[in-house]
């Protein structure tokens, strides 16, 4: 899927170091994360590896070749009553646009 300028793709590996540097700015200067520390790349790996391992979706906007935006969609609650339901996250670096539509 392509925007104006950017390109919404499935994350890969090689992603994590960008999306741990986009999530870390987001730990520091942001309200929204309920982080005081920004977790290491191993740990955003972790993470990411459990929604896609759950068959969920993890992508990322690119904008010339440099991901500028992510966003996953993750179990809301772990009760079984809500096993149907996932939470929406998205985050962007900079100026750019997300996944939103």
Do not use: K, N
Not at 31 to 41: C, D, I, L, N, W
Not at 58 to 77: I, W
Request: aromatic fraction near 8%; proline fraction near 5%; include cysteine.
């Amino acid at each position: 899927m392509s925007g104006a300028d950017y390109t919404i793709r499935l994350s890969r590996d090689e992603d994590v170091p960008a999306i741990a540097a986009i999530y870390r700015h987001h730990v520091l200067h942001g309200v929204a994360s309920f982080e005081e520390v920004p977790p290491e790349q191993d740990e955003i790996a972790r993470r990411r590896g459990e929604i896609v391992g759950r068959g969920l979706p993890y992508l990322v906007a690119e904008r010339a070749g440099r991901v500028v935006g992510y966003c996953y969609a993750g179990l809301f609650r772990p009760r079984v009553a809500y096993r149907f339901t996932v939470e929406e996250v998205a985050r962007r670096s900079g100026q750019s646009a997300c996944m939103s539509g």
